[in-house]
């Protein structure tokens, strides 16, 4: 399968061509999705003149086997299930404790991103969104 875009950037000027109508809008906010959502995210916010901020989002495993999905929390503690937690009878302390801890992984990882958008924007107003 050949790719449709050169790079993530091309994506995000692709699609914020597409996300035209809503440039200058004073209520509009950029949400990227670290790692790889960050590069389309950036070049969306560019184009709209939107700031642009990240969501983080981690998976919430099933005790035992990790891999499997059974739902996710996010950014300020949002938490969605999936039918795997309901299917497999997961109760609520056990998808409780299994978010609390995700929820400590999603704080480390938001100082992190803090940080790094903090560098990016002292490094010149000029080649980034306002945010």
Known sequence: MAAKYRDRREAGAFLAERLNEYAGRADLVVL???????????EVARALE????????????????????MGAVASGGAIVLNDVAYHLGIDA???????????KEIVRRERVVSRRLSRAR????DSHPRG
């Open 50 to 69: 939107a700031p642009l901020d990240v969501f983080v989002v981690r998976k919430l495993g099933v005790p035992g086997h990790e891999e499997l999905a």
């Open 93 to 103: 302390d056990t998808i409780t404790s299994v978010a609390k801890n995700e929820a």
């Open 122 to 125: 002292s490094s010149g107003p």
């Open 32 to 42: 990227a999705l670290p790692r790889g959502g960050v590069p389309v995210a950036f």
